[in-house]
């Protein structure tokens, strides 16, 4: 177990490297990519600022926890973004017929596909995020409990994150449609960026237990704010692990139906 | 006249090969409007009066008119010009008795059509499902005006757009990511798309007046919503200011440019 631990880890740090080399080699395009998204944080926070501050909190929460909510989901679609960014690429490999070549080599392909491109925006742009995240955490006085509940539903959070963009990559192994699905999952989950209590029945239900970006995004936040106890980290762990567990399972099956084309 | 015709024509029919590309980006928009709608109706939950001069019926007005809007100015074919500068297909259509603009003009107009009618669609189904108090207004001036100022920002966004697409004229690896950061960044936040530019300092709003950003979203939304005259008046001037100027600038770099292309890759 510990040899194939660190095999994995030797492989997705040498796929790292490459990645980061490839937008090194595009300076101007990287420092255009950097701006854009830091001017994009910046914009958003500014906006939610002024608002929250102004009204005075949203729906009970406290100008501070609105703000919380949406690091936290900010920090959630990060991470996401930068483990999972070569699902961006995957179509291009199918289409091509050139999953083949990664079907043969003796590494999990669900591993290089899924890890396989690590985003070095957006790996330079998670310490500072994981900074403003604890500043504003700290802020709101959790206590260690909560905390830890915090930490156990963020990781659920990817968890959950990581089963989605793995039932994308089925989808698109059988059908080739994966950019779509996943512009609209990444389009859909940014409506967690407030808490999904400020949606109307039944697109708050749909959003908790259909597509679970509630669980993904706004249980985290909830959790240090002592809105959530041990059953319902407990449960939330056990749904994002279930789904995972699925996730997987709808991969190998996908795999059963690939036809290699034009290789 | 008839070869602009049949232009829009082929463009309008090659919106329905991508069909799914075309149903994405709806999808996509209206998430984003419904993100908007929840959260100021969320914000005016149980209060009374007037936040950043919106009453509860106004933001929400705000919300339903993003979608009608965005389809008017902002939905473009002209993204696809930095690729084909940056590729050297530009050199296909320097050759064609075609004025390139008119071209670009003729594409987008049949996309903003198709575009207007799904958000129509889009408009009355989130109406009759979220049934929100909505403001009407009856006003034939401010209508009348609020055209004009649509016109206006439609035109603006055309210009923006390509001079953002020139950049590969100078740097074709940087065609995605000048449109990028002009378009889905800057463009989207400081033109009210994503949130009504009153929520700023009173001192940053006046800035950004002067940039002509306010003018595709925020000013068309705000005269519809009956803003006072003399802001209305001062508006359609500055926006026409920049207008004339993005217009000349536009074609000044365009011949720039001319100058400086190779057709790489052709």
Request: proline share 4%; charged share 15%.
């Amino acid at each position: 177990m510990k040899k194939i631990f660190k095999r994995y880890t030797k492989i997705y740090l040498l796929m790292a490297r490459y990645a980061f080399v490839s937008w090194l080699s595009k300076r101007s395009t990287l420092a255009i990519f950097l701006i854009g998204k830091l001017i994009r944080y910046s914009f958003y926070f500014i906006f939610l600022y002024f608002l929250v501050m102004k009204s005075d909190g949203i729906m009970g929460y406290s100008p501070n926890q609105i703000i919380f909510f949406t690091l936290t989901f900010l920090l959630i679609d990060v991470l996401s973004q930068f483990l999972f960014r070569n699902v961006y690429t995957f179509r291009q490999l199918v289409i091509k017929g050139d999953l083949d070549l990664i079907l043969v080599k003796p590494v999990n392909p669900l591993f290089r596909i899924l890890f396989g491109g690590p985003d070095l925006i957006d790996f330079i742009t998670i310490p500072p995020i994981i900074f403003i995240v604890g500043y504003y955490g700290l802020l709101l006085e959790p206590t260690f409990i909560h905390f830890l509940y915090y930490i156990i539903l963020l990781i659920n959070g990817l968890i959950i994150s990581g089963a989605f963009h793995i039932f994308v990559l089925g989808f698109g192994v059988i059908t080739t449609e994966v950019d779509h699905m996943v512009m609209i999952f990444r389009d859909v989950s940014s409506m967690a960026r407030f808490p999904v209590d400020i949606y109307k029945e039944p697109i708050k239900s749909l959003l908790t237990f259909v597509v679970p970006i509630g669980i993904m995004a706004t249980l985290p936040a909830k959790a240090l704010y002592g809105m959530v106890g041990f059953f319902g980290t407990l449960s939330a762990l056990v749904f994002g692990i279930s789904m995972f567990y699925l996730s997987i399972k709808f991969w190998n099956f996908s795999l059963k139906k690939y036809t290699s084309a034009s290789s | 006249m008839k070869k602009y015709l049949s232009i829009f024509r082929i463009s309008l029919e090659q919106e329905f090969v991508y069909k799914l590309n075309f149903v994405m980006w709806r999808v996509r928009n209206i998430v984003q409007i419904l993100i908007f709608f929840f959260l100021w109706n969320a914000v005016f939950e149980g209060r009374q009066g007037e936040l950043f001069g919106y009453d509860k019926s106004k933001i929400l007005t705000y919300a339903f008119l993003l979608i009608i809007i965005r389809a008017v100015v902002l939905a473009s074919k002209s993204t696809d010009v930095a690729g084909q500068i940056a590729g050297g297909e530009l050199s296909n259509f320097l050759v064609k008795p075609v004025n390139y603009f008119k071209y670009w003009m003729t594409r987008d107009l049949s996309s903003k059509i198709l575009n207007i009618s799904f958000s129509l669609v889009e408009i009355t189904t989130l109406f009759i499902i979220l049934q929100p108090d909505i403001y009407l207004q009856t006003n034939i001036l401010n209508l009348f005006l609020f055209l004009l100022s649509l016109i206006i920002g439609a035109f603006l966004f055309f210009c923006l757009l390509m001079l953002t697409n020139f950049v590969p004229f100078w740097s074709p690896e940087s065609a995605w990511g000048a449109q990028f950061l002009v378009i889905v960044i800057v463009v989207e936040f400081l033109s009210g798309a994503f949130f009504p530019l009153d929520v700023f300092p009173e001192l940053v709003f006046n800035l950004l007046k002067f940039t002509p950003f306010p003018y595709l979203i925020f000013v068309p939304i705000k005269i519809y919503l009956g803003a006072d005259i003399g802001f209305v008046i001062q508006s359609l001037l500055i926006g026409s200011f920049w207008a004339v100027v993005l217009w000349k600038l536009m074609n000044a770099v365009w011949l720039k440019g001319l100058k400086v292309y190779e057709g790489v890759g052709r």
